[in-house]
């Protein structure tokens, strides 16, 4: 059975850190895309950042530019959302989500996606 679990969430002041880790299990996602997206209280689910299977081509949400960084590390089954500088409209559920098909490039939308995690709730203080 395949899994993401989601970690790192939790609560921050504004203008803090915050580093999300997802890790898969089940299968490995080495040779699949990857992504994060958010759904914030009362908004549909939203593109963050996509990354490709070998982590050489990311693409990010206009918003997050400059802020967020997506990384993977294909040896740990795992991708990172890096979140610096973070808002109080920073404050979801963020979701990774994972390919089925292999290599490919970056997507950014939700269709594109075969796996998703149970979610982890970021909420950023002001």
């Known amino acids: 059975q395949v899994q993401l679990v989601e970690s790192g969430g939790g609560l921050v002041q504004a203008g803090g850190s915050l580093r999300l880790s997802c890790t898969a299990s089940g299968r490995t996602f080495s040779r699949s895309a990857m992504g994060w997206f958010r759904q914030a209280p009362g908004k549909e689910r939203a593109f963050l950042s996509g990354i490709d299977w070998s982590g050489g081509s990311t693409n990010y949400a206009d918003s997050m530019k400059g802020r967020f960084t997506i990384s993977r590390d294909n040896a740990k089954n795992t991708v990172y959302l890096q979140m610096n500088s973070l808002k109080p409209e920073d404050t979801a559920v963020y979701y990774c989500?994972?390919?089925?098909?292999?290599?490919?490039?970056?997507?950014?939308?939700?269709?594109?996606?075969?796996?998703w995690g149970q979610g982890t709730q970021v909420t950023v203080s002001s």
């Open positions: 989500a994972a390919r089925a098909a292999y290599y490919g490039g970056t997507y950014a939308y939700e269709d594109a996606y075969d796996y």
